[in-house]
């Protein structure tokens, strides 16, 4: 007979039933299923039965009547499928030394015993003729120890903490060593990050505890870190007796669990770092005071950033001055541990003296720090809307100043996008403005400052209603002092990019009030404001009733572009009487500008040419003098605009407006010609009646004067001649009336030629007054032909003439 083959169903004097695969006596009825004694030779033969589909019951019998060559064949292939699992209890007990808990082997043998024949280990090669007979199955349990073992070390990786995770459905030795590992001071700071059910470990580690009373320290550890509640009497005296325990890390977990201040002082040194590390936690959420004055007398960086981890936010006394005290003789202030800390509580909400512990480290300490660390304090300080209120806040303000003035301009402009540098911004002072001057001056930060600044109201996030007027003020600091026009192109591309939505009305108000204060600096306002020049021009007008005044304010700073819209703007609107004094600036601007921009100028002669010919075409007479000026000042102005080159930037004008303006210099040449003719034909027509009217009264005077001869006449032989009248005029004599017109004749002026008419009206003997001033019929007709055209040219002298005629005389 052949030796038996090994296929694990002895364990001591016990032998493993084939239907439930529990150990019992032999040659006995299973206590727990019923099945009949089966030979441990014959086991692996009746466990292929049961997989088979034998009733427990029959399962002895039926092993009985099986030919010895097929129980053997059976038995054979049974003891190849469990030397898959010997395979695998190898690596168990490799493992099982560095584990608490002992008895893995058995376990993990019991495990397989029930899946075979059913499922095998997957390393039994596919190509065996028995498959089919059960299926690959993946075996987890080495994998799982492997894990469990990294998770006792110091250091466990996530994979091996993810691994350990599934053990905790186990209710056997697995589900309890993962307890137990996991919640090692350690490891369970790491395991709580993947979320573990802690319940499950309570009560995994309530199992352990009565299951494996060697280990009762540590599942009390346990329990009290997944429940986070005081022990319970039992649990309790364990943690006390573990405080003798021979291995000190379960004295050390003991210590932590019991809350043991004075063993916990005593960890605080210790040699293993990690362990000294955690005790100064446990310490610090304690809030204890022996720890705190360790720490401010001789506690290092990794003693204080140890503490911060775990000092509550409601620290005792103390605690912020011996913190601080560090902080000053550690490299790097332990800022970013202390910013973390100090958030836990608003900076408003602090007491005095708090705040002013706050206030004078910002000034010694954070000042020399970095800039980053400096703005990041900032933030915490300045969080409350009233933060400018606050005066502990300027402190932290003075160190941001102070250690971005520290930095290059490389490293400075980084920070400007930073949300608290816009609390900075916020709370700048006039000290600040001035370091923010010099900065806006550097190549680096120019841009990205100013585009910091005009942002100021919209990064707001504490809805602080300063910003707006801060952001305006900080501006016009950046504008005003020397070097302003290294600012002007940055600061245009800036404004052109930027949208300010409803913030936008305080900065144009801002650069308005500079515009009226500041003449000087009108031209740089109006170029690098040019989004703003439209809002710009209507305060300029809701401020200046007089649009003469406001063109004459802006043409000559404004872009030469906009010229003809302003022209437009001025003229096209005016009342006819005020037209006179508006075009008299139009032109003295195209004057200025024809050279340099041609095209534009003379777009803006052209409007104010077309509104001028409007106004005189349709009567305005009191326009005549300028529409005659401007014809003669037109010619000039059409060779310069011929003779300049049009520049570039004459973008919107794709040639020059001659030909327009020629078309309104027609329109008012024929308008003067007509008036000027219907004017002359006036006065012709006038002189014309005057002369008819003269003759008129000349021939009534005298058949008035026959008729009274005729009746008063003495006899034909006695004739008498009247006395010749002399007359001057009554009223004052002017310069026109003495002026000689005809030089070589008898009635040289105005005043000669009057009086013999009114002297020849006022005597009867006609001849006898040619005779008196030196005239015969021939000469005074000519004389008197010659002056009716001189009154008919010369309309000043014909109404001269008109008023000494009918005027006084003496």
């Known amino acids: 007979m052949h030796p038996p083959l090994e296929n694990g169903a002895r364990r001591g004097a016990q032998v493993r039933c084939p239907a439930c695969t529990r150990f019992h006596a032999p040659?006995?009825?299973?206590?727990?299923?019923?099945?009949?004694?089966?030979?441990?030779?014959?086991?692996?033969?009746?466990?292929?039965?049961?997989?088979?589909?034998?009733?427990?019951?029959?399962?002895?019998?039926?092993?009985?009547?099986?030919?010895?060559?097929?129980?053997?064949?059976?038995?054979?292939?049974?003891?190849?499928?469990?030397?898959?699992?010997?395979?695998?209890?190898?690596?168990?007990?490799?493992?099982?030394?560095?584990?608490?808990?002992?008895?893995?082997?058995?376990?993990?043998?019991?495990?397989?015993?029930?899946?075979?024949?059913?499922?095998?280990?997957?390393?039994?090669?596919?190509?065996?003729?028995?498959?089919?007979?059960?299926?690959?199955?993946?075996?987890?349990?080495?994998?799982?120890?492997?894990?469990?073992?990294?998770?006792?070390?110091?250091?466990?990786?996530?994979?091996?903490?993810?691994?350990?995770?599934?053990?905790?459905?186990?209710?056997?030795?697995?589900?309890?060593?993962?307890?137990?590992?996991?919640?090692?001071?350690?490891?369970?700071?790491?395991a709580r990050r993947y979320r573990v059910d802690t319940a499950r470990i309570a009560r995994l580690a309530l199992a352990a505890f009565s299951r494996f009373p060697e280990q009762g320290a540590r599942?009390?550890?346990?329990?009290?870190?997944?429940?986070?509640?005081?022990?319970?009497?039992?649990?309790?005296?364990?943690?006390?007796?573990?405080?003798?325990?021979?291995?000190?890390d379960v004295r050390f977990e003991c210590v932590l669990c019991l809350q043991d201040e004075d063993g916990l002082f005593d960890a605080v040194e210790s040699e293993d770092l990690a362990r000294a590390s955690e005790a100064r936690g446990a310490l610090a959420a304690r809030g204890s005071v022996r720890l705190l004055e360790r720490m401010a007398s001789r506690g290092d960086a990794a003693f204080a950033l140890d503490v911060l981890r775990r000092l509550p936010a409601q620290a005792p006394p103390g605690a912020l001055s011996a913190l601080l005290t560090v902080s000053d003789r550690v490299e790097g202030g332990l800022a970013a541990a202390l910013h973390g800390w100090a958030r836990g509580r608003p900076f408003a909400e602090l007491s005095l003296e708090e705040r002013a512990l706050w206030a004078d480290w910002a000034l010694a300490r954070l000042a020399r720090l970095s800039a980053e660390d400096a703005l990041r304090f900032l933030e915490w300080a300045a969080a409350a809307s009233e933060a400018d209120r606050v005066e502990e806040t300027r402190a932290f303000v003075s160190a941001v100043s102070e250690s971005l003035a520290r930095e290059p301009p490389s490293?400075?402009?980084?920070?400007?996008?930073?949300?608290?540098?816009?609390?900075?911004?916020?709370?700048?002072?006039?000290?600040?403005?001035?370091?923010?001057?010099?900065?806006?001056?550097?190549?680096?930060?120019?841009?990205?400052?100013?585009?910091?600044?005009?942002?100021?109201?919209?990064?707001?996030?504490?809805?602080?209603?300063?910003?707006?007027?801060?952001?305006?003020?900080?501006?016009?600091?950046?504008?005003?002092?020397?070097?302003r026009e290294r600012l002007l192109a940055p600061l245009a591309k800036v404004v052109r990019a930027w949208s300010g939505g409803s913030q936008e009305a305080v900065f144009i108000d801002a650069v308005w009030r500079r515009f009226q204060q500041h003449p000087d600096e009108r031209a740089d306002l109006l170029a690098t404001f040019t989004p703003w020049r439209a809002a710009l021009w209507e305060r300029q007008q809701a401020a200046e009733a007089d649009a003469v005044v406001c063109f004459q304010t802006w043409w000559p700073v404004e872009d030469p572009e906009q010229l003809p819209e302003r022209v437009e703007a001025l003229v096209r609107q005016s009342p006819p009487e005020d037209l006179a004094r508006r075009l008299e600036p139009v032109w003295k601007a195209a004057e200025a500008r024809v050279?340099?921009?041609?095209?534009?100028?003379?777009?803006?002669?052209?409007?104010a040419a077309a509104v001028l010919s409007g106004a005189v075409r349709q009567g305005v007479d009191v326009l005549g003098p300028d529409a005659e000026r401007f014809l003669s000042w037109f010619p000039g102005l059409r060779e310069r605009v011929a003779a300049a080159s049009p520049?570039?930037?004459?973008?919107?004008?794709?040639?020059?407006?001659?030909?327009?303006?020629?078309?309104?210099?027609?329109?008012?040449?024929?308008?003067?010609?007509?008036r000027r003719e219907r004017e002359e034909q006036a006065r012709e027509a006038e002189l014309q009646r005057m002369v008819a009217a003269s003759r008129q009264r000349d021939l009534e005077r005298q058949r008035e004067l026959l008729t009274h001869q005729v009746e008063a006449s003495p006899p034909a032989h006695v004739v008498e001649v009247a006395p010749l009248v002399l007359?001057?005029?009554?009223?004052?004599?002017?310069?026109?009336?003495?002026?000689?017109?005809?030089?070589?004749?008898?009635?040289?002026?105005?005043?000669?030629?009057?009086?013999?008419?009114?002297?020849?009206?006022?005597?009867?003997?006609?001849?006898?007054?040619?005779?008196?001033?030196?005239?015969?019929?021939?000469?005074?007709?000519?004389?008197?032909?010659?002056?009716?055209?001189?009154?008919?040219?010369?309309?000043?002298?014909?109404?001269?003439?008109?008023?000494?005629?009918?005027?006084?005389?003496?």
């Open 27 to 190: 040659g006995l009825l299973c206590p727990r299923c019923d099945c009949g004694p089966v030979a441990p030779e014959r086991y692996g033969a009746a466990r292929m039965l049961v997989h088979a589909g034998v009733d427990r019951y029959a399962l002895a019998d039926r092993v009985l009547l099986l030919p010895t060559s097929m129980a053997e064949h059976l038995e054979a292939r049974y003891a190849r499928m469990w030397a898959l699992v010997r395979r695998l209890l190898v690596g168990v007990r490799r493992h099982a030394p560095a584990l608490l808990l002992q008895g893995f082997e058995a376990e993990v043998e019991d495990r397989w015993a029930q899946r075979l024949p059913w499922h095998v280990p997957e390393a039994e090669s596919a190509g065996e003729p028995e498959e089919g007979l059960h299926a690959a199955a993946p075996a987890p349990e080495l994998r799982w120890l492997s894990a469990l073992v990294e998770v006792h070390g110091e250091a466990p990786s996530p994979a091996a903490l993810e691994a350990v995770l599934p053990c905790l459905e186990d209710d056997g030795r697995f589900g309890c060593e993962a307890a137990l590992a996991l919640t090692r001071w350690r490891v369970w700071p790491r």
């Open 219 to 248: 599942a009390a550890v346990a329990w009290v870190r997944a429940t986070g509640q005081a022990p319970e009497v039992d649990l309790l005296l364990a943690l006390r007796e573990g405080l003798r325990h021979p291995d000190e």
């Open 411 to 483: 490293l400075r402009v980084s920070r400007f996008q930073d949300a608290a540098f816009s609390r900075f911004l916020t709370l700048a002072d006039d000290e600040d403005a001035l370091r923010l001057h010099a900065w806006s001056r550097e190549a680096p930060c120019m841009e990205p400052l100013l585009e910091a600044v005009l942002s100021l109201p919209s990064r707001q996030r504490w809805g602080d209603a300063l910003a707006p007027g801060q952001g305006a003020r900080l501006l016009m600091a950046l504008w005003t002092g020397e070097g």
């Open 595 to 607: 050279e340099a921009w041609p095209r534009a100028t003379s777009l803006a002669v052209s409007y």
């Open 647 to 674: 520049t570039s930037r004459e973008r919107r004008c794709s040639r020059d407006f001659l030909e327009d303006i020629e078309v309104d210099a027609r329109l008012i040449r024929e308008h003067l010609e007509r």
């Open 727 to 810: 007359l001057s005029p009554r009223g004052p004599v002017q310069p026109l009336d003495l002026e000689e017109w005809f030089p070589e004749a008898r009635l040289r002026t105005l005043l000669d030629y009057t009086r013999l008419l009114k002297v020849m009206s006022a005597n009867n003997d006609v001849m006898a007054v040619f005779e008196a001033h030196g005239l015969s019929v021939a000469t005074w007709t000519s004389e008197a032909t010659a002056w009716g055209a001189l009154l008919v040219r010369r309309p000043e002298l014909a109404l001269r003439f008109s008023e000494l005629f009918q005027g006084p005389w003496a």
